[in-house]
């Protein structure tokens, strides 16, 4: 295929990738017709914090409700203004973009959430790529921060935070963005309980239920033996998102438990109740950090309430994903 033909198929492609989404989005997400705040599952414990907004980090909060985040650019008076949407794949580029209130200011003043005032998820539509980035703000209000996306396609960007107005609520506001390159969109890996990163095993156990809680358990091992020292990551021992394939609704949960309560060990189980906007297909992406590196580790899951533990899945899906992606 010569040049030009490549560049067509590509825009042919984003073009179907962009209306299939937004058809998807629109016919699926069964939980409500009015704007729905990013999900944010309750972690069953309390946070700690004294800030932590309402539904948002305290015991049971969320517990048997799900929305699905992420769908809209604007929602509860603010919208993500999106300065690059466009990036050459394989390339360094600062990303930059603005959270903007209902008068289009610059939104300046945000609620620290797990260490950080704003938290960026980028996501190819394939969900071959995740990337959990911290960008920075200017003063100006403008946020950056340096990408560096693999492979060419159609990518959504979430931008995960918490206006510091009293009552705000969790936003998880989404925007697309197209990686310019040859585009080669890759199939959803079929459901896995295992995933390898740098040596590590991640197991994963539980039920991700739609309209339900469902508790997921994922264990952490290296060369066979148990992490039971995890360290703190943005005061957690794991970060989990969850995105439905299609769409890319998104989910962002945190594990039952923080380091520091007393309770909580550090491995090597991290724990998590989450529930499913809708059935369908999710992919897991869950950080770690062990010996001084955030890990990310990737699954594909069912809602459908019949998927199996890893005890009886056996040992067909080891070493099926690899779930290596970079921080």
Do not use: C
Not at 306 to 323: F, R, V
């Amino acid at each position: 295929m010569n040049t030009a033909l490549k560049i067509t198929a590509f825009t042919a492609a984003l073009a179907a990738a962009f209306g299939a989404a937004y058809g998807v989005g629109n016919a699926v997400d069964p939980v409500s017709t009015e704007p729905a705040p990013a999900a944010h599952a309750g972690h069953g414990a309390d946070t700690g914090r004294e800030d932590a907004a309402p539904g948002h980090g305290g015991e049971g909060a969320g517990h048997g409700e799900a929305q699905a985040g992420g769908l809209q650019i604007s929602e509860g008076g603010y919208t993500l203004d999106l300065d690059t949407s466009r990036v050459k794949a394989g390339e360094e580029t600062e990303l930059s973009f603005t959270v903007r209130n209902e008068d289009g200011r610059p939104l300046t003043s945000y609620r620290t959430e797990h260490g950080k005032q704003l938290h960026l998820i980028l996501a190819s539509r394939d969900l071959a790529v995740y990337r959990h980035l911290h960008p920075k703000r200017a003063a100006d209000g403008s946020w950056s921060v340096p990408v560096d996306l693999p492979a060419a396609g159609d990518y959504r960007v979430f931008a995960d935070f918490v206006p510091a107005a009293e009552g705000a609520k969790p936003l998880t506001l989404g925007a697309d963005l197209a990686a310019v390159g040859e585009y080669e969109p890759k199939k959803l890996p079929e459901p896995s309980r295992t995933a390898t990163v740098d040596g590590y095993t991640v197991t994963l156990d539980g039920t991700l239920r739609p309209g339900a809680t469902g508790a997921l358990d994922l264990k952490v091992a290296k060369d066979g033996r148990p992490v039971t020292d995890l360290q703190p990551y943005l005061g957690a021992y794991g970060h989990l998102v969850a995105l439905r394939a299609g769409d890319l609704a998104y989910l962002h949960v945190h594990p039952n438990g923080e380091p520091g309560d007393g309770a909580t060990e550090p491995g090597p189980t991290v724990s998590f109740a989450t529930t499913a906007p809708s059935s369908g297909s999710y992919r897991l992406f869950l950080d770690f950090k062990h010996d001084g590196k955030v890990r990310t580790a990737a699954f594909t899951v069912a809602a459908d309430g019949t998927a199996k533990t890893a005890e009886e899945e056996g040992d067909k899906d080891a070493g099926h994903d690899d779930g290596a992606h970079q921080h």
